[in-house]
């Protein structure tokens, strides 16, 4: 079963910035926290990944709460390519396996 | 460079047929993972190659299907004899395995299978 819990739905002006939640308050210690995101019709893509500290990249950053029971996906300005369903994802350090959850589907508004 | 391909992108089959699905990873990705999502259900793992072994296949849901991965290039995920059940989409993903342990998968677009 799926570690996490994000809303199912979001939704948010383009050009604004967005954040998605997620919760994984039963983390252990050697779990890495990923993003990925899946547009209509097309296969999962990766969008970022963290263990303990915030982490940048060119698609997003992500914010990893002090006692990793949380973290927020950050997409500085979204466009409407942004749409999709973002998953957050557990995956523990020795185990290759992703387990999905429902993700959040978000809307951009033009 | 050319990303995860899959083949055929679409797949309508009787029930009780076999159907075999194909998927070109990444050129150097040792790592090939298959998932499916059913219909109204969350993306499921199902199995994991590393070049031609299977690592873990701990999410194969029955002894109908069969995955190979000849030389650890290509995989093929036979399903023998298609069930009703079987119907979603199967994605294909490979990634390497780089020193900072990330394992970024890339997936594919998909094949979606249809059992009637």
């Known amino acids: 079963d799926a570690k996490t819990t994000q809303p199912n739905s979001m939704e948010s002006n383009e050009e604004e910035p967005v954040h998605l939640p997620c919760n994984h308050s039963t983390i252990s210690g050697t779990d890495y926290i990923h993003w990925y995101r899946q547009l209509p019709s097309q296969g999962p893509e990766y969008v970022i990944h963290g263990l303990t500290s915030n982490v940048n990249n060119r698609m997003a950053s992500l914010a990893i709460a002090e006692d990793r029971k949380s973290s927020t996906l950050i997409l500085h300005r979204a466009t409407l390519r942004d749409a999709a369903v973002y998953y957050c994802i557990l995956r523990e350090d020795s185990n290759y396996q992703l387990i999905w959850g429902a993700g959040t589907k978000l809307i951009i508004k033009p | 460079e050319a990303g995860v391909t899959q083949f055929p992108s679409h797949s309508v089959i009787e029930k009780g047929q076999t159907v075999t699905l194909r998927c070109d990873p990444i050129s150097g990705h040792d790592n090939l993972y298959w998932y499916r999502r059913v219909m109204g259900k969350e993306i499921k793992f199902l199995l994991h190659f590393v070049k031609e072994s299977k690592q873990d296949e701990s999410g194969m849901p029955n002894n109908r299907f069969l995955a190979e991965r000849t030389g650890g290039t290509y995989s093929t995920l036979k399903v023998q004899p298609a069930e009703l059940e079987d119907s979603g989409v199967y994605f294909c993903?490979?990634?390497?395995?780089?020193?900072?342990?990330?394992?970024?998968?890339?997936f594919g677009p998909g094949t979606r299978l249809t059992v009637t």
């Open positions: 993903a490979s990634s390497l395995t780089d020193r900072d342990n990330s394992y970024e998968q890339y």
